[in-house]
């Protein structure tokens, strides 16, 4: 009896060394796919610079794991109810908004320096200068100015009623950044010497559990505690993010334990990978399938002249078949995109369905478009110009490349020639799809924040253009009266019911009008240690990272 209880204490133990290390660690290193172009919050929008940045800077307001908004930097989070929001008559005729922020006491940045309310009006006088480079100006481009009556109280004035006025994004350090804006004298200035890409180890332009203390472009990025955070202490004293471009190299390192764990939103593993993985390894790691916001899209350049035809682009979309796609890579998981717009959202249209896989309607439109078939199988037009675009994806990403290879070999069935031009990620969002030198396609993948205005990706004033510092989000280039004027009215409408309306409409024009190729909606792939606790995605824009300093080694 005494040997058989011996035997299986033993068996116990073998079995929890294998799903937890030897003894605590000090560092969590975390594989990513891609590399952030820079690291400034508000240039440059990608999903992972986003994700490193939430540990070491935090917003005012974001949504948690719920999808309930509440406070990170502020003490109540504003409302009309509680007297923190108002709506307030403006100087010259309309109405406005006034909302008051009140900053926790003990913030500080990674120098010791208070967070206080200069940081707000800084932050909001850099984001609503049109030279700055802000990529988005959905809140800061509207504060004509802010008020600070003590360091903890910062009342921000909007020249708009604003459903968006509770959602305030990261401050910046005005008395490190304060000295970089103001030396400016052009356009591009600031960009070009703003200390988040200059010196990104500088203390004092963090505030959150961690800061970082070393970056080595198209490598790693290094985070230490920060020793100035007030909040719950991390259990790990660094946080390594290491790039490993190619994905199969990423499983690899994985699988070997020289990193710890990869994350789900669109920057690690791609769920075609995690899936084999489970399979493979079921008791190996803990995963994590994330229904999410993360939208899977193609980028569609409207300045090209072929692209310009939206018959040209209905026909595309008709001839990629997303069943079979989703099917037998994702396991029918994706919902098909019929708009940006996820079905988990309460502004969804039902009514609006994924266009159908239809190679025969799409060859009817491409000859309506006047392209009709050469003896190569190619289509032409009157003046012998073939149908031929350029397609890009991230090089090296697995999966993308073999959504690529399908999709152009579906297109080509239908007359249409594709050019594959595919670029690393620093280069294609650095440059190409940032100053719109892309040709054609591009297949990519954008994240939203919870109800979120499609301003930043739709919005005429959002086209990156050198008179705006190749600012803003809208990479096609789509511009529509109507829909400009869609979006205002949804940013100013305070009643969810007339939101959903005026979002519906909002829907039907992007159906309509196909200024990108919807694909699916991600169910976010998590990879993560067996022994690793408190890790708890969201499936948005605000990402569980935020929350960081929860998770632990059991």
Aim: glycine residues 8%; negative net charge.
């Amino acid at each position: 009896m005494r040997v058989r209880t011996w035997f299986a204490a033993l068996c116990g133990l073998l079995a929890l060394s294998l799903q937890a290390p030897a003894e605590a660690k000090d560092t969590l290193v975390i594989g990513v796919s891609n590399f952030p172009p820079s690291l400034n919050p508000y240039i440059d929008p990608t999903v992972v610079k986003a994700y490193i940045e939430d540990f070491a800077i935090h917003p005012v307001t974001a949504f948690d794991k719920d999808w309930k908004l509440g406070c990170l930097l502020c003490t109540e989070l504003p409302s009309i109810a509680n007297g923190l929001a108002r709506i307030e008559d403006l100087p010259g005729g309309g109405k406005g908004m006034a909302v008051t922020i009140k900053l926790k006491p003990d913030l500080k940045w990674g120098d010791g320096v208070p967070v206080t309310s200069a940081d707000v009006a800084f932050t909001a006088k850099v984001g609503r200068d049109p030279a700055s480079g802000f990529a988005d100006i959905r809140i800061w481009g509207r504060v004509s100015g802010v008020d600070t009556p003590d360091p903890q109280t910062a009342v921000l004035h909007f020249t708009t009623v604003t459903s968006e006025f509770d959602r305030i994004s990261n401050l910046l350090p005005e008395h490190i950044e304060g000295p970089v804006y103001a030396k400016g004298t052009k356009p591009g200035d600031y960009i070009n010497n703003t200390l988040y890409n200059r010196a990104p180890a500088t203390p004092g332009l963090w505030n959150g559990p961690w800061m970082i203390t070393d970056y080595t472009v198209g490598q790693q990025v290094v985070l230490s505690l920060n020793p100035y955070w007030a909040g719950r202490k991390p259990a790990f004293k660094q946080v390594v993010i290491k790039l490993i471009e190619n994905t199969a190299a990423l499983q690899a390192n994985l699988l070997s334990g020289d990193i710890d764990m990869t994350p789900g939103e669109s920057i690690g593993l791609t769920i075609d990978q995690v899936l084999a993985l489970r399979k493979q390894s079921p008791d190996q790691f803990q995963y994590i399938f994330q229904p999410s916001l993360t939208y899977d899209l193609i980028a569609l350049n409207l300045d090209n002249p072929i692209l310009a035809d939206v018959r040209v682009r209905r026909a595309l979309l008709m001839s990629i078949d997303r069943k079979t796609m989703n099917d037998r890579l994702f396991e029918g998981m994706l919902p098909l995109a019929a708009t940006w717009v996820n079905p988990l959202e309460p502004n969804f249209d039902k009514t609006i369905t994924p266009v159908a896989y239809d190679p025969a309607g799409a060859k009817a439109l491409l000859a309506q478009a006047g392209w009709t078939p050469g003896a190569d199988g190619i289509c032409r037009n009157a003046k012998g110009e073939k149908l031929s675009l350029e397609f890009s994806v991230s090089s090296g990403i697995r999966l993308r490349e073999l959504q690529q290879t399908v999709m152009e070999d579906g297109w080509k069935r239908v007359c249409i020639e594709m050019q594959t031009k595919n670029e690393p990620f620093r280069t294609l969002f650095g440059e190409s799809m940032k100053h719109r030198t892309y040709k054609g396609l591009v297949l990519y993948s954008w994240i939203s924040a919870v109800d979120e205005s499609p301003r930043q990706t739709l919005a005429t004033d959002h086209i990156p253009t050198a008179a705006n510092n190749w600012a803003g989000s809208n990479f096609f280039g789509f511009s529509v009266p109507e829909f400009d004027a869609g979006i205002a009215a949804l940013e100013t409408e305070l009643d969810p019911a007339k939101r959903k309306q005026i979002s519906s409409r909002l829907q039907h024009i992007y159906a309509e009008q196909v200024p990108a190729l919807p694909l699916f909606f991600r169910s976010d792939a998590h990879v993560i240690p067996k022994w690793l606790k408190g890790y708890q995605p969201t499936g948005h824009g605000d990402y569980g990272v935020l929350h960081a300093e929860e998770w632990y080694q059991d």
